[in-house]
């Protein structure tokens, strides 16, 4: 690549199937209209088949590009505690990371020499770049990150993260908690929304025209007076906590007369899996179903159509939050999660429960004022707006 053709390069977690990363250089293309956008991730992935890029390795663009003037955006996510070996697992297809994860022991010199290879760098924290990688970056800025978990990694871990941030050119961060790390540490960042609050805003007419077909619309047909789009991973997939899953969408479905569509907000390791949505469904005595599709916008599809969201995923709840629709976050500890940490950053009274209390938080959530979800949709999307022209000086 020569250097008068600079290029923007939106790096993040999108190199394999994760709902919220797939979204966000969508979002960055359309608010920022970056000249030549390269994709990269981690690992080079075609992700295109579900709604997402054509994703380039980005080690290899460093070795290419050591003359280019590019401007970096890590485009979000919960990017600043991903380690290198949970990194190269999630990268995998399934079958291969469970022969990888049976293979070597976590964190063992050979689980950590195998890592390398797989994201192609060394260091910590793989989806932080290290300035020196691209020795003529223009500007290197970090939009809306994670790293709720800092504080429970290591001094080595932390402090890699610490000096590639302050590298930056700017830091915006999406929550209290990583926001309060990072001051800790000297660093200077801003506090915005997940750019998951733009999708209702810029995409809201190719979304809504997604209900109008395919699975979503059988969704639909199924359940006419409605239905509840809900999701959980594989955290939750233990007998006890999918039986209890399942018995409290049946007193939700029992007492409005809600339909229920079970789907994956993430197919990568770790993520979601199909069978344990499909023991949920089948355990429920109300009508349920499975949403089969993994295209990232038949997934906001089937969210917007809904009449709510229940799941663990945070990005699940930030496009029904972005539709001003009702929704409830599944956790198992209300208080140390990164769903917990952003739902307290930015709204009020907000539903967030552990299994058992689901149905009751379901009940509280549909009960809000429609207009006063609507009204903080439009808050956080503009919210955003404002802190992206502070961040990137646009």
Known sequence: ????????????????????????????????????????????????????????????????W?????????????????????????????????????RFVMHSAEAREWARKRVGMAGYAPYSVMRSMFPCATSVIYNAVGGVELDRRDNDFRGEVFDKLREADAVGVRDHLTEAHLRAAGIACSLMPDSAVMVAELFGDLIRGRADGGEVAQARTAFPQGYLAV??????????????????????A??????VVFFRAGAAPWHDEIGCLERAARQMKRAARVFASLDVWDICALIAASRGYAGSSLHGRIVATAFGLPRVSLVHDVRGSK??????????????????GLARALAAALAVDVRLLRKMALQLAESYRLATRQLFGV
């Not at 890590?74 to 990268?91: F, K, N, P, Q, R």
């Not at 029992?254 to 339909?259: E, F, H, P, S």
């Not at 769903?339 to 058992?356: I, K, L, R, S």
């Open 1 to 64: 690549m020569t250097s008068d053709s600079p290029s923007t390069i939106l790096f993040g977690a999108f190199d394999r199937h994760n709902f919220g990363d797939l979204l966000f250089p969508h979002i960055a293309i359309k608010l920022l209209s970056p000249e030549k956008p390269v994709f990269a991730g981690l690992a080079a992935s075609d992700l295109r088949p579900f709604g997402g890029h054509d994703v380039q390795a980005i080690a290899g663009l460093a070795a290419s």
């Open 66 to 102: 050591q003359d280019a003037p590019v401007h970096i955006v890590h485009v979000g996510g919960e990017i600043l505690t991903c380690d290198a070996w949970e990194a190269g697992v999630m990268t995998l297809p399934p079958a291969e990371a469970g022969e990888i994860m049976t």
């Open 231 to 252: 999701q959980f991973s594989v955290d939750f997939s233990d007998a006890a906590a999918v039986s209890t899953i399942g018995s409290q969408l049946d007193a939700v």
């Open 254 to 259: 029992g007492a409005t007369g809600l339909g």
């Open 339 to 356: 769903v917990a940490a952003y739902v307290a950053t930015w709204e009020e009274q907000a539903e967030v429960a552990e299994p058992n």
